[in-house]
């Protein structure tokens, strides 16, 4: 099933008319349920990327559902989960804090996200750019210590930890000039 799906989706002409086929037969209500498919997506499904998964979860109810019973790999369907989570929840263009919080949540999938932005002529993928351009930390990886650095600081091991770590990521991505090592002791 995922195959003939998939090889559709890159073959043919136009990718609305191949899902209105799909609609149209009776097959999306046998095969593909969780497809949405509705004739105001279809036409916008032509505008995106050749990219099956991705056009998969833009169609589908529940992204995951389907890629998991299409059989697809781990990696697609966590792909088609995030759509699936974020693809109603974009940050103000304006607000660079929200924007570094959204890029830390939707982690490797921002572009994906991007892509299927509702308003064609956003002003975020150039403020989402504009704010990768800086660097700034997204993740605990990225925060100026670690665990080792907050044990020694007095916090005790195990879940306190991790918690700690995880308010002072959010301190950061707020500000991220906060991110030294100096700062973020002193927050603990």
């Known amino acids: 099933m995922r195959d003939e799906w998939f090889k559709g989706i890159l073959t043919a002409k136009k990718v609305s008319k191949f899902v209105g086929l799909w609609v149209d037969t009776g097959a999306k209500r046998i095969w593909l349920p ?15 990327p050749r990219d099956p998964v991705l056009i998969t979860a833009y169609l589908a109810k529940d992204p995951a559902s389907l890629l998991t019973r299409l059989k697809c790999s781990n990696k697609d369907i966590e792909r088609g989960r ?7 929840n974009y940050p103000d263009s304006k607000d660079t804090a929200a924007i570094r919080r959204w890029l830390a949540a ?3 999938y ?22 990768r351009a800086k660097n700034p930390p997204l993740a605990l990886r990225d925060l ?7 044990i020694a600081a007095g916090v005790r091991p ?18 991220p000039a906060r991110n030294t090592k100096d700062y973020l002791l002193s927050r603990v």
């Open 34 to 48: 969780e497809l949405g498919a509705g004739s105001g997506e279809q036409g916008a499904v032509d505008k995106l």
């Open 82 to 88: 995030a759509v699936g989570k974020w693809r109603d």
């Open 106 to 108: 939707v982690g490797e």
């Open 110 to 131: 921002a572009d994906d996200l991007l892509v299927l932005l509702p308003a064609p002529r956003s002003p975020l993928p150039r403020a989402v750019e504009s704010v």
């Open 144 to 150: 100026a210590v670690r665990g080792d650095d907050l």
């Open 158 to 175: 195990g879940p306190d930890v991790g918690e700690t770590l995880a308010r002072l990521l959010e301190e950061v991505l707020e500000d």
